[in-house]
């Protein structure tokens, strides 16, 4: 029976964290070794970064440029704990670390192209639902050529909530009875699903954002499944709907 499947791209179908926690601990190394004589911990510089950076995503959305913003106001704190004057060349090269994530090359998550392959040839009308700077998700989107398997169905949003999934959900006209949102975040991806009364797969990340961590409060009106692995997804949704075709 044909379903709607909607993708998330970032750490569902593509890395994107670990290249997030790899800019951060430079930028943790990097103030360490500015604020050495002021004993400053790395750990501390990534403990500020992640509260400084989560706070910020709650009021502007994934904006890219929140994250190297987020680099400037982590220095600019430790500067004023330590009664030091900020430096306008020290925050221009903070600001260029974090800015820098953008310009690495993401890898697939294993199995990615088999994945939709299988779902595209079972005749499933696969959507992509990614949270992002649309300049820098078309650039990721193109890089894969994942436009073979969604086409149009593309839905870049700044921000990645409930109220967004309804619009989508009312815009496509989807039978949510037969609509899933596959994603690694609780909080952006599987809550809002459930929420809108679809059908959710959280697959887990490689490495989690903390932002992403959150506790599900809402009862699910159809089917919420949990996988380790990109490639099972086929099958527990294929699993989920004979199940129910034989009721």
Request: charge should be neutral; proline fraction near 4%.
């Amino acid at each position: 029976m044909k379903q709607t499947i909607l993708f998330d791209l970032d750490d569902t179908l593509i890395h994107c964290n670990r290249y997030f926690f790899m800019v951060i601990d430079q930028f943790a190394s990097w103030m360490a070794d500015r604020f050495r004589r002021e004993g400053l911990d790395p750990d501390e510089v990534r403990r500020v970064q992640a509260e400084i950076d989560i706070a910020g995503v709650q009021v502007v959305g994934f904006d890219s440029e929140h994250f190297p913003r987020s680099f400037v106001e982590t220095y600019r704190h430790f500067a004023a704990r330590f009664g030091v004057a900020p430096s306008r060349d020290e925050e221009e090269t903070v600001w260029r670390l974090g800015r820098s994530v953008y310009e690495l090359e993401a890898e697939p998550y294993p199995h990615m192209e088999e994945t939709l392959v299988r779902l595209k040839e079972e005749g499933h009308e696969l959507h992509l639902y990614t949270g992002g700077d649309p300049e820098i998700q078309r650039r990721k989107i193109d890089r894969f050529g994942l436009r073979r398997f969604f086409g149009s169905r593309i839905h870049i949003r700044r921000h990645k909530n409930v109220e967004a999934l309804e619009e989508i959900a009312a815009s496509c006209g989807f039978d949510r009875s037969r609509t899933w949102m596959i994603g690694n975040s609780l909080r952006t991806d599987v809550i809002p699903a459930l929420k809108a009364g679809l059908h959710a797969i959280h697959v887990q990340a490689e490495r989690e954002w903390q932002y992403n961590i959150a506790r599900i409060d809402v009862e699910p009106k159809g089917a919420f499944i949990r996988l380790k692995r990109l490639k099972d997804v086929p099958d527990a949704i294929a699993g989920y709907v004979r199940s129910h075709m034989l009721r």
